[in-house]
């Protein structure tokens, strides 16, 4: 696990695969609430993505998805009014180390999770994913 400075969607841009810390929460239209945070700028692009991962959270639950176009749903909480969950963040490092070893994917950028909007402190999520994130992986900042 490396960490980097940078912006997530340059590195999209570039044809590198991207995790959005999402929640759980689907409101009446089967439309996942992407409030904040890369989520939210996941959606403002991509304007199919809330619904689909919608429908993916109401078929299997909040875990971590394939969305398509470069872009994994990294699941920290399970709606928007709550503290991001630890054990939640942990389920979310094992599914998506499993996803990247059977797509083959070779560089995955996450976000820290749950430590923009979310309020976690770094140290405490850095020590969750360092147990599971090899070098295929780069936790990326926008701020040093």
Known sequence: MQEIIGDIWEHHRQGTVIA?????????????EM???????ARDRFPNLSWHLGQ?????GNHVFD?????????VENSPLERPE?????????ELVELADYKGWQRIIVPRPGCG???LQWAEVKNILKKYFDDRFQIITNQE
């Open 56 to 60: 993916m959270i109401n078929m299997h």
């Open 117 to 119: 909007g979310g309020g």
């Open 86 to 94: 630890f054990q939640l963040i942990e389920r979310s490092c094992q």
């Open 20 to 32: 959005i810390t999402t929640g759980g929460c689907v409101n009446k239209n089967g439309v996942c």
């Open 67 to 75: 969305l398509g176009s470069r872009i994994v749903s990294f699941p």
């Open 35 to 41: 409030p904040r945070g890369c989520a939210r700028q």
